[in-house]
């Protein structure tokens, strides 16, 4: 199971271009088989993505194509996911001849192992369209659909059985191509459409720099950005105002839990040696770059702000302290005297004997 989850959050990684010029856009569609299901992993399910938005699902255990975003139930007849139901099961009887085929072929009669496969297309603002079918076996390439030509590429020697095997299949290969190219567009142009408040919205990052203590008297600068979208973006770190990739750390690009995204660079540097650093963030909802200057006393402002807080409240209980000792009655030989203005029974008996 995690073998599997591994591999397809590669291929969602993948799907996206981080510091592109103009936007991706994309749809995906992972098929997974594997031989040994469990708990949470079914044999076989397929998953469709736009963007990264989940909008349709199918296991082998449910056995019905649904979709999975608002959008897409609302503006999608309910006959297409028949029809997609009928395709998804015959796939999936495809998929375990294929996993027993190839564990027969490998000589894999025991352990786990996993088909997945991966298809779809991209279109950018500029209009630049790809396609593509992409096919792997425990984690490995196997073979990738060449629409050009009409014919697969194999990965390895074990691939060649199989090239050979669909390179015959004309007819087949005339239908990837034409989904591919005549097919997969227009309903990724229409899934654009129906979800436009969702996938097409644009949300400005924040960015906040910060620095540490490293080894050898090096210090770590950090430049952290969330809370945009789309996923795509491009963060640096500038040294007097030239760009310092290759001395750049990447966490990553993550999902924030709240529909953005977050990322963190880092770089380190030595301070003895005078230099301005910023952190450079471009993304398409900006419509200048966003530039965080890191400033080498920053760090002493929070401390600076922790000892005046600290002051200011040992003042006040200092304050409350002498404010209580000053109040009306004051104390001798053991015994509180009442005020002249208090009143009562227990008042005069205590005076009395005091």
């Given at each position: 199971?995690a073998?599997a989850?591994?591999?397809l959050?590669?291929?969602?990684?993948?799907?996206?271009?981080?510091?592109?010029?103009?936007?991706?856009?994309?749809?995906?569609?992972?098929?997974?088989?594997?031989?040994?299901?469990?708990?949470?992993?079914?044999?076989y399910?397929a998953?469709?993505?736009?963007?990264?938005q989940?909008?349709?699902?199918?296991?082998?255990?449910?056995?019905?194509?649904?979709?999975?975003?608002?959008?897409?139930?609302?503006?999608?007849?309910?006959?297409h996911w028949?029809?997609?139901?009928?395709?998804?099961?015959?796939?999936?009887a495809?998929?375990n001849?294929?996993l027993?085929?190839?564990?027969e072929?490998?000589n894999?009669n025991k352990?786990?192992?996993?088909?997945?496969t991966?298809?779809?297309?991209?279109?950018r603002?500029?209009n630049v369209?790809?396609?593509?079918?992409q096919?792997?076996?425990?984690?490995?390439?196997?073979l990738?659909?060449?629409?050009?030509?009409?014919?697969?590429?194999?990965?390895d020697?074990?691939?060649?059985?199989t090239?050979?095997?669909?390179?015959?299949e004309i007819g087949d290969?005339?239908?990837?191509?034409?989904?591919?190219?005549?097919?997969?567009?227009?309903?990724?142009?229409?899934?654009?459409?129906y979800?436009?408040e969702?996938?097409?919205?644009?949300?400005?990052?924040?960015a906040?720099?910060?620095?540490r203590?490293?080894?050898?008297?090096?210090?770590t600068?950090?430049?952290?950005?969330?809370?945009?979208?789309?996923?795509?973006?491009?963060?640096t770190w500038?040294?007097n105002?030239?760009?310092?990739?290759?001395?750049?750390y990447?966490?990553?690009?993550?999902?924030?839990?709240?529909?953005t995204y977050?990322?963190?660079v880092?770089?380190?540097?030595?301070p003895?040696i005078?230099?301005?650093?910023?952190?450079?963030?471009?993304?398409?909802?900006?419509?200048?770059?966003?530039?965080?200057?890191?400033?080498?006393?920053?760090?002493?402002?929070?401390?600076?702000?922790?000892?005046?807080t600290a002051?200011?409240?040992i003042?006040?209980?200092?304050?409350?302290v002498?404010?209580k000792?000053?109040?009306?009655?004051?104390?001798?030989?053991?015994?509180?005297?009442?005020s002249?203005?208090?009143?009562?029974?227990?008042?005069?008996?205590?005076?009395a004997?005091?």
């Amino acid at each position: 199971m995690a073998l599997a989850l591994r591999l397809l959050l590669l291929l969602l990684g993948a799907a996206a271009l981080p510091g592109a010029r103009s936007r991706l856009h994309s749809t995906r569609i992972y098929n997974t088989v594997v031989s040994e299901p469990g708990p949470g992993l079914p044999w076989y399910s397929a998953v469709g993505y736009v963007d990264d938005q989940l909008f349709v699902d199918y296991t082998s255990e449910k056995r019905r194509v649904e979709p999975h975003t608002e959008w897409m139930a609302r503006n999608v007849d309910p006959q297409h996911w028949d029809e997609q139901t009928w395709r998804a099961r015959r796939w999936q009887a495809w998929f375990n001849a294929s996993l027993n085929a190839l564990r027969e072929l490998y000589n894999h009669n025991k352990g786990f192992h996993i088909i997945q496969t991966i298809y779809g297309c991209d279109l950018r603002e500029d209009n630049v369209i790809q396609g593509f079918y992409q096919d792997s076996y425990d984690g490995r390439d196997f073979l990738t659909f060449d629409k050009e030509t009409m014919t697969w590429v194999a990965a390895d020697i074990g691939a060649q059985i199989t090239k050979k095997r669909w390179d015959v299949e004309i007819g087949d290969n005339q239908r990837w191509k034409r989904y591919l190219e005549e097919e997969c567009i227009p309903w990724l142009r229409s899934s654009l459409e129906y979800g436009k408040e969702t996938l097409q919205r644009k949300v400005r990052p924040t960015a906040r720099v910060s620095d540490r203590s490293s080894h050898d008297g090096l210090t770590t600068l950090s430049c952290t950005v969330r809370g945009f979208y789309p996923r795509d973006i491009t963060v640096t770190w500038l040294k007097n105002g030239e760009t310092r990739q290759q001395e750049t750390y990447s966490e990553g690009i993550l999902p924030s839990g709240d529909g953005t995204y977050q990322t963190w660079v880092k770089m380190e540097i030595d301070p003895k040696i005078k230099a301005r650093y910023s952190c450079h963030v471009e993304h398409e909802s900006l419509l200048e770059p966003l530039s965080v200057s890191w400033e080498p006393n920053n760090n002493l402002i929070p401390v600076v702000a922790g000892v005046i807080t600290a002051v200011v409240l040992i003042g006040v209980i200092i304050g409350v302290v002498v404010w209580k000792k000053k109040r009306p009655g004051k104390k001798r030989d053991g015994y509180t005297v009442a005020s002249e203005n208090d009143q009562g029974s227990s008042g005069s008996d205590l005076s009395a004997k005091a």
